[in-house]
């Protein structure tokens, strides 16, 4: 590490996240974005004036956005066990030994001084992502289920399909979304009951989500302003520069 005529440690780029990582990222921001615009204007049909085919059209096209975020989001969890060191589990999870004794003397250092520069995530950095994480698999999980359940589309779909009909091939040809004309009532209220508690589960998990997703963009804002190592760049160049050796120096 070199230093200035005035002793100081020189600015130093360090490579930080992958192009596969980064792509990801914007990636997912664009798919929960779109999906927000439309699971908000599916709850609020009704106050719009949208009938029973528009209602349909929302959720497809919402369906459709959730395939493109939960296989991206399955190839980021893929990532994590294969990819460059900033990206892997250990380099995200709040999980390494002595991370406690680190979080607490992050949050105690004086903040009218900056804070120690990391390569990657600082701690609180790690407690978020690996919040949103959790999150957002857990959307992408009773997403996949919903779309069975509302539209009878893939992975479950079939099955779904299948169940409301009670197994009737006449039914089951002349099943269409959002029609009760061929389903068996039983079978059919049965499959709402089961359906009921992955509805609420997605839904507030979006609230939680959006609630997370402002926190992580304050929180990285904060972290620009005291580190100024050009955390944000860094998730279109891949690279910060940071004064002196990050505290992550290991990933």
Same mark, same amino acid.
């Given at each position: 590490?070199?230093?200035?005529?005035?002793?100081l440690?020189?600015?130093? !780029?360090?490579?930080? &996240?992958?192009?596969?990582?980064? &792509?990801? +990222? &914007?990636?997912?921001? %664009?798919?929960?974005? =779109?999906? #927000?615009?439309?699971?908000?204007?599916?709850?609020?049909?009704?106050?719009?004036?949208?009938?029973?085919?528009? !209602?349909?059209?929302?959720?497809?096209?919402?369906?459709?956005?959730?395939?493109?975020?939960?296989i991206?989001?399955?190839?980021?969890?893929?990532?994590?066990?294969?990819? @460059?060191?900033?990206?892997?589990?250990? #380099?995200?999870?709040?999980?390494?030994?002595?991370?406690?004794?680190?979080?607490?003397?992050?949050?105690?250092?004086?903040?009218?001084?900056? !804070?120690?520069?990391?390569?990657? +995530?600082n701690?609180?950095?790690? *407690? *978020?992502?690996?919040?949103?994480?959790?999150?957002?698999?857990?959307q992408?999980?009773?997403?996949?289920?919903?779309?069975?359940? /509302?539209?009878? !589309?893939?992975?479950? =779909?079939? &099955?779904?399909?299948?169940?409301?009909?009670?197994g009737?091939?006449?039914?089951?040809?002349?099943?269409?979304?959002? @029609?009760?004309? /061929?389903? /068996?009532? #039983?079978?059919?209220?049965? *499959?709402?009951?089961?359906?009921?508690?992955?509805?609420?589960?997605? %839904?507030?998990?979006?609230?939680?989500? *959006?609630?997370?997703? %402002?926190?992580?963009?304050?929180?990285?804002?904060?972290?620009?302003?005291?580190?100024?190592?050009?955390?944000? @760049? #860094?998730m279109?160049?891949?690279?910060?520069?940071?004064? =002196?050796?990050?505290?992550?120096?290991?990933?």
């Amino acid at each position: 590490m070199s230093t200035d005529t005035k002793g100081l440690t020189e600015l130093e !780029k360090h490579a930080v &996240w992958d192009r596969t990582t980064r &792509w990801f +990222h &914007w990636i997912n921001a %664009l798919c929960v974005l =779109g999906l #927000a615009v439309f699971g908000l204007a599916i709850l609020n049909a009704g106050a719009f004036g949208v009938g029973s085919e528009g !209602k349909i059209l929302l959720k497809t096209l919402h369906v459709y956005i959730g395939y493109a975020f939960a296989i991206n989001l399955s190839w980021r969890l893929i990532w994590a066990f294969v990819g @460059s060191p900033g990206a892997r589990w250990r #380099a995200i999870l709040p999980f390494r030994k002595g991370f406690l004794k680190e979080l607490f003397g992050f949050l105690r250092r004086d903040p009218t001084h900056a !804070k120690p520069a990391y390569r990657g +995530h600082n701690p609180l950095g790690r *407690m *978020m992502v690996t919040l949103l994480l959790a999150l957002l698999f857990i959307q992408a999980a009773t997403g996949l289920v919903l779309a069975g359940t /509302d539209l009878y !589309k893939p992975p479950f =779909g079939h &099955w779904i399909a299948d169940w409301v009909t009670a197994g009737d091939p006449e039914r089951l040809a002349g099943l269409t979304p959002g @029609s009760k004309e /061929d389903v /068996d009532p #039983a079978s059919y209220d049965s *499959m709402r009951a089961f359906r009921k508690p992955i509805v609420t589960t997605h %839904l507030y998990t979006f609230y939680v989500l *959006m609630a997370a997703g %402002l926190l992580h963009i304050a929180g990285v804002v904060t972290t620009e302003l005291r580190e100024r190592s050009g955390v944000i @760049s #860094a998730m279109i160049t891949g690279e910060k520069v940071i004064r =002196g050796e990050p505290r992550d120096s290991e990933h």
